[in-house]
């Protein structure tokens, strides 16, 4: 395999877009990706592209991107892996350039949640992801899912709701100064705690709110890449782990072994390892689940997270900055896009003009944990090749 | 033609006023009629049910397999012989007094007064002879084929013309000791010390058994039963302290869906509370699968029964509104007996939020959803708190 290289990067902002159908969107993050790339690129130069939606706005995925970009001629594939959507169609296209198959190729990830209304998301979720006759009667809603985990990893560990919250009151800080974010306040602690519940032990602000949005990507191969840029970041390594898709048969709830095998295979293709990271997006759809990540991850030891936490290490100005765009929690949480989305904030992070720039980042993370948490894929950035 | 009773059972549901129980969101008249059932079986354990015969007016549905549902939650044979016979306790009285050695006669109701009684008749035990009955039209109660109710409000016309000159009718030899079928205050003008029952409908000539009566008269509207009692059965009561229903929002209307295929391929395991068993190395699976998730046989898993106590493994309480449920509601993993085996199931019979990680408890036959119209039966965990209260 041959390195690839991130060479553009753009998103729209994540917002309840009322007012803009996929077909609005699509366009907006593509042509924002394109602008990007320092020494241009015009779009016939794209050979391949692949989509990454979860949910199917506005009919058939593959073709919208093709129709909705002027991209007619190029082959585009949809890629569909719950909440790892993202970052496994960056995956996908990471191969393609890498096998040499193609030398450009853009990845696009999109979702447009708000466009049902906002409870019959439910039903419309967990038809998708669970089991039809056993688990999908018992309204084991989204937030169920994860909690069902959370409330297990608060009996096991120190952790306790006051750092659930801290994660929260820390993404959304970020997000304040991140323009694409979809939640830009501040919260406090006392906040989080007094919020209505959602399911407990999680109330309104341990929760991603339900974002629309899109995010682009172009990836050059690197015997090409200097022709759009001086700059380029590398895809070091990906990664995609799975797991039981059914709750009862997960063993230890405390820990997300999708995730743990996704992170294995991205550090290892990276040759890079959890202590090497400057920067990192990590899955943060409800609060509790960035720090069971952050073990799963590496970044501490099992059960660490509350210390980590609590030391403000994962803040912007601590070691190991965690979620600056806001995360899924306050940037918001298009699935489809979400992922795309991460890599673009770690790209700029690369670059050094990021929203909330971690000076000197080198290496950096993306990660996705998903659908009945039984996948996770894990991306990873660097400035140096290898 | 005499009945000989190897075992008598009660249940009544946790919910609603000491007297006067109401059936919880997830239970109707079969959840009820499983409970009773599988309680007077378990007391007459070497009875083998070759039939089951369910008296009710609350059917919660006239068409659409509620004998396969009650044979699954009983746990007999699909083979085993099942009637739905629409009637009251004059029914379920004659039932009693007709039923062959073998038979598991069963009352249950929901609507006036929610509570079940079973029966499983043998070779000996409590002999339940008939001393007469007396059919007769005094309709001052009618409920439709589309279950529309009409009254004919006058309850001195039908307790003079209706029970009164039923039960003379039939002369009996000696006084009635208990009348079910009736409200208190009727009843005690029929039989002064008669003990006042938790129901009226099908179920209440069980609980007038359980009560010790021996002469009992069971009434419905203008029809009249009555039989004799004598000898004795081992008899179990399951009569928690009743608590009021806890309040819950009701969800946003909605059709949810139903995948009838994968209802059909789940419904013994489900019902009957099965895991596969893998022939080759004898990990239980539940759901049952085709390849075993420790040794990866695939050589085709058995259906053995699963123990039905269990501790939480984890649990969270739903408190967003969710279409088409009422929240808050509590959903729990559930770890059964010593089998390692886990169960994602609603929490029953307590208040939502009030189960813990740790807690033990049972699994329960219960309704879990109504969808597309189709009523999806399965297992709900309820916590020991509910037990003890019912031991007690």
Not at chain 1, 93 to 119: H, M, N, P, Q
Not at chain 1, 199 to 221: E, H, K, M, R, W
Request: charged residues 20%; proline residues 6%.
């Amino acid at each position: 395999m041959r390195p690839v290289a991130v060479v553009g990067a753009g998103m729209t902002p994540f917002a309840e877009h009322f007012d803009l159908g996929m077909k609005d969107l699509l366009p907006r993050a593509v042509g924002e990706a394109l602008a990007s790339v320092e020494k241009g690129i015009d779009r016939s130069e794209l050979q391949a592209a692949w989509f990454g939606e979860l949910t199917t706005s506005d009919g058939f995925p593959s073709g919208l991107l093709a129709d909705s970009c002027g991209l007619l001629d190029i082959p585009v594939t949809r890629v569909e892996n719950a909440c790892a959507t993202g970052n496994d169609a960056v995956r996908n296209a990471f191969f393609a350039v890498a096998s040499g198959y193609i030398d450009v190729a853009l990845v696009v990830g999109a979702d447009k949640v708000r466009e049902t209304s906002a409870r019959s998301t439910f039903w419309d979720w967990m038809a998708m992801t669970r089991d039809m006759a056993w688990d999908y009667p018992l309204g084991l809603v989204a937030p169920a899912n994860f909690a069902l985990h959370a409330a297990r990893y608060l009996h096991e560990s120190p952790a306790t709701r006051e750092h659930m919250a801290m994660v929260a009151v820390k993404n959304h800080h970020n997000a304040v100064t991140n323009p694409k974010a979809h939640l830009r306040f501040e919260i406090t602690v006392e906040q989080v705690l007094n919020a209505p519940t959602v399911v407990a032990p999680f109330g309104l602000y341990d929760c991603t709110p339900q974002s629309d949005g899109a995010a682009a990507l172009v990836l050059a191969a690197a015997d090409v890449a200097d022709r759009y840029t001086s700059t380029p970041v590398w895809v070091r390594g990906v990664g995609l782990g799975l797991d039981r898709v059914m709750h009862q048969h997960k063993r230890d709830m405390t820990t997300f072994p999708a995730t743990v095998k996704a992170a294995k295979q991205a550090f290892a293709m990276a040759g890079l390892g959890p202590q090497d990271m400057s920067v990192a997006e990590v899955h943060d759809c409800f609060s509790a689940v960035e720090l069971i990540s952050y073990e799963d991850l590496g970044f501490c030891e099992r059960f660490g997270a509350a210390k980590l936490v609590e030391a403000g290490e994962t803040t912007l100005t601590g070691r190991l900055p965690v979620n600056p765009s806001g995360g899924l929690k306050a940037k918001g949480h298009p699935p489809g896009a979400t992922g795309v989305a991460q890599c673009v904030e770690i790209a700029e992070q690369l670059w050094g003009r990021a929203a909330n720039q971690v000076d000197g980042a080198r290496h950096g993370l993306a990660h996705n944990i998903g659908g009945p948490t039984a996948v996770s894929a894990v991306t990873v950035l660097s400035t140096e090749q290898s | 033609m005499t009945g000989h009773l190897a075992s008598v059972a009660t249940h009544l549901p946790v919910w609603g006023a000491q007297e006067a129980r109401v059936a919880g969101p997830d239970e109707d008249a079969l959840t009820l009629a499983v409970a009773a059932g599988r309680a007077a079986m378990a007391a007459a354990p070497d009875v083998r049910v070759e039939r089951v015969v369910l008296v009710t007016r609350d059917l919660p549905v006239l068409e659409g397999g509620s004998t396969a549902v009650l044979l699954a939650g009983l746990d007999l044979p699909p083979a085993t012989l099942a009637s739905e016979v629409l009637g009251g306790a004059v029914a379920a009285l004659d039932q009693l007094g007709d039923a062959r050695p073998g038979t598991l006669v069963i009352g249950a109701d929901v609507t006036f007064g929610a509570g079940a009684g079973a029966a499983l008749a043998g070779a000996g035990g409590l002999a339940v002879t008939p001393l007469g009955r007396r059919d007769a039209s005094l309709p001052t109660h009618v409920r439709d084929a589309g279950g529309v109710v009409t009254d004919y409000d006058d309850a001195r016309l039908l307790r003079d013309r209706g029970v009164l000159a039923g039960i003379a009718a039939l002369a009996l030899t000696d006084a009635p000791d208990a009348v079910a079928g009736l409200a208190r205050k009727d009843a005690a003008a029929v039989a002064k010390a008669a003990p006042a029952l938790p129901t009226t409908g099908a179920s209440a000539p069980f609980f007038a058994i359980a009560a010790g009566s021996r002469v009992l008269v069971a009434v419905d509207q203008a029809a009249v039963s009555a039989a004799s009692l004598t000898g004795a059965a081992p008899f179990v009561a399951h009569a928690p302290s009743a608590r009021p229903l806890p309040k819950r929002k009701p969800g946003a209307p909605v059709d949810l869906a139903i995948a009838l295929p994968a209802y059909e391929r789940a419904f013994s395991a489900k019902l009957g509370f099965k895991a596969g068993r893998c022939p080759a190395c004898g990990t239980l699976a539940l759901p049952p699968r085709h390849r075993c998730l420790e040794c990866g046989d695939e050589s085709g898993q058995e259906l053995t029964a699963l123990p039905r106590d269990g501790e939480v493994y984890t649990v969270v309480t739903i408190h967003v509104p969710v279409p088409g449920l009422a929240t808050p509601y509590s959903l729990a993993i559930v770890e059964l007996g010593d089998t390692g085996v886990r169960a994602l199931v609603h929490v029953t019979d307590d208040e939502p939020g009030a189960v813990a990680i740790g807690d033990r408890g049972e699994m329960l036959f219960r309704l879990v959803a109504v969808r597309s119209g189709v009523r999806d039966y399965g297992y709900a965990f309820a916590p020991a708190r509910a037990a003890a209260e019912a031991a007690a």
